[in-house]
């Protein structure tokens, strides 16, 4: 853990804002790199302290993102629905907006 802290410390003072946030979180939650990119601020419940992992991104050869749900196949379904309805009104969802 005293290595953890030490990189976080360095990581606050040296990089990019963003960077320290998704290390932080990386650490403490354990969550994979495609999960937190594909944290949506209506999965972070501050009221209770709460990260809710639903769906990862990821990025395919082609310089492509999509996002697989960490759910079944009738939920994925539903994500796609609500995607599509938030693209129609112009909406961006996404916490982490910028490619890492």
């Known amino acids: ?11 606050e003072k ?20 495609g999960e937190i990119l594909g944290l949506k601020w209506t999965d972070v419940n501050f009221e209770q302290k709460k990260i809710s992992v639903s769906k990862a991104l ?3 050869k082609e310089n492509e993102i999509f996002e697989q749900s960490t759910r079944s196949k009738y939920v ?18 996404f916490v982490f907006t910028s490619r890492v």
């Not at 998704?22 to 969550?31: D, E, K, N």
């Not at 994925?76 to 969802?93: F, H, T």
Request: glycine letters at 4%; proline letters at 2%; aromatic letters at 18%.
């Open 1 to 11: 853990m005293e290595e953890c802290n030490r990189f976080l410390e360095y990581a």
């Open 76 to 93: 994925v379904k539903w994500q796609k629905i609500q995607r599509n309805s938030l693209i129609e009104q112009g909406c961006c969802a």
């Open 14 to 33: 040296d990089s990019k804002p963003h960077f320290y946030i998704l290390y932080l979180l990386a650490i403490y939650t354990g969550m994979r790199r």
């Open 58 to 60: 990821y990025y395919t």
